[in-house]
């Protein structure tokens, strides 16, 4: 069949048609790479171009690759099909991209940091039971001992399979170019089987920091463990990554990158203007997702958000963000300072949120406890779903 | 019309003969999977299929299989999987074997092995062992229908690798040379999406998002898989599953667990949903104790009543 005679309205070609849609679903933040376009004029040329059905099955079958894109196409393929026949005036394009914010200011889970009694500071000279104590109850001398602990802290990412191959004695597979080579030596008989196994790569670990004002007690001693964590790749051909979330996000893995841990958190906080900011978590981990996460940086990696999950944002959009994040990523572990405290309930309605989506729960109020986070990256333990 | 067997190959040309000829085989699919389905076969392009475990995707394949006649080659994905396990692989063992073999028989009859000749030979196909892609790629009468099963389960780098043979339908080892399949099988890959498959895999494809079906649907599917089914009782089933599916359980139950509901009731005798054949029952559709327990909780009848 050809799909030209199905054109009764001037437009020009029929690609020129076609691409009409993938424009409208552009506008609404759906990618649509050309060849699916060209797919989609290929689809039509076997289904026919009359049929409201088929063209739109032919046009979700090629151009749509994610559930979450289905509202957004049927909106844009209406559109575009109740307007087939008009001359496509290049101005009617503008789809209005309905992006309904729903700002519920009504905080109702309560103002939930800040509020807890503070427990008694804890003075201990004693560096055992400092490693455990509240960041946010420790005096300014008592910080800087615990600080220099933390930039102590050594991170070493699990490890996890790669393609590659290489000599392992009890390994899974015989190697039979170097069996043979052995062989010859004792006149080709085969005296001992030679064996690989998968080479083993560390697993890339992205942590993303929450800078806004509710974490100020602990944001300091994250970043340090930030720092700590970022300068160990240097040393290991490590791949570790570091953000800032706050109002936006802001990418630190080059300021971390300096030695000193004081010149290093200066630069960092040149470059987070929103240091103790408001907190947009959704908005700014979306953003995490969409600009380095999918391209790449999170496939496979832990993720791990040091944040008490406060957020002022949509709850809908830092719903997606986590669940797409948890897909995504190989582990996703959420530190949280607050989950210490005494009758802590993740009620805070970001950390609620996200919950569901999160593979590990874990503190992060003490020097301690960020030495177990360290721990359960290295240790490669079975996911739990 | 479903030709199994018959001589001219099965070539839909709307989607309305790929439902006719898949209803044929007690698979109902609606209008976006058939047209899926043609132009899936027509552009001789691979069928992604994503959606909730339960919504009949593996039966896809099979059903195809079903109308078309030919080879059903499944290829199981797993964390880990590499292209030995997918493609191909020499049987190392069976080479040296071989090898003191023609030595030992050749010693025997006095003359020198010809060393060029055994190599050659070493590195013939019967010392090849087929995995899945291979065998996909081998001619046949039917071009065979090849199930890429839960690709999410892979890894990145697995990916990778079978864009490569989706793309160009053909492979090289390079003891061999480059195998390349004269009619590419018609692929079926499936996703439950525990994490998200990577784009450029997706634009090779044709991707379909499988949903569970409304009650209209799942009413004619229990009705055509489960023998002995009265109307009423296939009614209850397809509305008490699609409430189930509402009230955000571990496992909400798919179409495979609503057939298997029907079945158990069938097999009691049941001709309509009671308080005590749901209780007797509930284990075929809801696969987690936490699940049973919140629907039990509920007390049947309020279940069987309505919200």
């Known amino acids: ?385 | 019309m479903a030709p199994t067997e018959s001589a001219q190959p099965w070539d839909p040309t709307t989607p309305d003969d790929v439902r006719a000829a898949l209803d044929g085989v007690g698979y109902l699919a609606d209008d976006t999977l058939a047209t899926a389905i043609l132009l899936a076969l027509r552009m001789r392009r691979p069928l992604f299929l994503e959606g909730e475990p339960g919504t009949g995707k593996t039966e896809v394949a099979k059903a195809l299989v079903a109308v078309r006649g030919g080879d059903l080659i499944r290829l199981q994905c797993h964390e880990g999987i590499d292209a030995a396990q997918a493609l191909a692989e020499w049987d190392h063992p069976r080479q040296l074997l071989g090898l003191r073999a023609a030595e030992t028989a050749g010693s025997l009859a006095g003359d020198r092995p010809d060393a060029e000749a055994l190599e050659a030979n070493l590195y013939d196909e019967r010392y090849l062992i087929r995995r899945p892609l291979l065998a996909a790629l081998a001619p046949a009468a039917v071009p065979p229908v090849l199930l890429i099963d839960e690709i999410d389960r892979a890894d990145d780098e697995f990916e990778a690798f079978l864009l490569e043979i989706l793309s160009d339908w053909a492979v090289t080892i390079p003891e061999l040379g480059t195998i390349r399949a004269e009619v590419p099988p018609v692929v079926v890959l499936t996703s439950n999406r525990t994490r998200d498959v990577h784009d450029a895999l997706k634009r090779r494809c044709l991707y379909h998002w499988l949903d569970h079906p409304d009650p209209e649907r799942e009413v004619a599917i229990i009705a055509r898989r489960v023998p002995g089914v009265g109307e009423s009782l296939a009614r209850q089933v397809a509305e008490q599953t699609a409430r189930l599916r509402t009230m955000r359980l571990t496992k909400p139950p798919g179409v495979a667990e609503s057939i298997d509901w029907a079945t158990a009731l069938v097999s009691l005798g049941a001709t309509r949903l009671e308080p005590d054949t749901l209780n007797a029952t509930l284990g075929a559709v809801l696969k987690y104790h936490e699940d049973h327990q919140r629907v039990t909780s509920m007390g049947p009848d309020q279940l069987l009543d309505g919200p």
């Open chain 1, 1 to 385: 069949m050809s799909v030209g005679a199905a054109l009764t309205g001037p437009p020009a070609t029929f690609e020129a048609w076609a691409d009409e849609l993938a424009r409208l679903l552009r506008t609404a933040e759906v990618t649509v790479p050309v060849d699916s376009v060209l797919t989609f004029v290929a689809a039509l040329d076997e289904v026919g171009a009359f049929g409201r059905q088929a063209v739109h099955d032919a046009a979700l079958l090629t151009l749509i690759r994610r559930p979450e894109d289905h509202a957004p196409f049927d909106a844009s393929f209406d559109r575009w099909w109740d307007g087939r026949t008009a001359p496509f005036s290049p101005g009617d394009d503008t789809a209005e991209a309905e992006v309904t914010v729903d700002t519920d200011e009504d905080l109702g889970a309560g103002d939930e940091h800040g509020d807890d009694d503070p427990v008694p500071a804890l003075r201990f000279s004693n560096i055992e039971r400092l490693r455990r104590a509240d960041l946010a109850d420790c005096t300014e001398d008592e910080l800087d001992e615990l600080h220099r602990l933390i930039s102590l802290i050594s991170l070493r990412p699990a490890d996890r399979a790669s393609r590659r191959r290489r000599p392992r004695p009890n390994g899974d597979r015989v190697d039979l170019r170097r069996t043979m080579r052995a062989a010859t030596s004792t006149g080709g008989e085969v005296m001992r089987w030679r064996h690989t196994s998968p080479r083993r790569r560390p697993r890339r670990v992205v942590l993303l920091v929450d800078v806004s004002g509710s974490m100020e007690p602990y944001a300091r001693a994250l970043l340090r463990f930030a720092h700590a964590a970022v300068s160990a790749r240097g040393r290991m051909g490590v791949a570790v990554e570091a953000f800032a979330l706050g109002t936006r996000l802001t990418r630190l893995t080059r300021e971390l990158t300096e030695r000193d841990p004081d010149a290093a958190l200066s630069l960092v906080a040149g470059v987070t203007a929103d240091y103790s900011g408001g907190t947009r978590l959704g908005e700014a981990l979306d953003e995490f997702v969409q600009r380095w996460g999918a391209p790449g940086m999170a496939r496979g990696a832990d993720v791990v958000i040091l944040s008490d999950g406060w957020d002022r944002g949509d709850p809908d959009v830092l719903d997606a963000a986590m669940s797409r994040l948890g897909r995504l990523a190989h582990r996703v572990v959420w530190v949280n300072p607050l989950r210490a405290s005494p009758g802590y309930a993740p009620l805070a309605r970001g950390m609620a949120t996200a919950l569901p989506h999160l593979d590990r729960f874990i503190d992060g109020h003490s020097v301690a406890s960020l030495e177990d986070l360290a721990e359960l990256l290295g240790g490669n333990e079975p996911i739990g779903r």
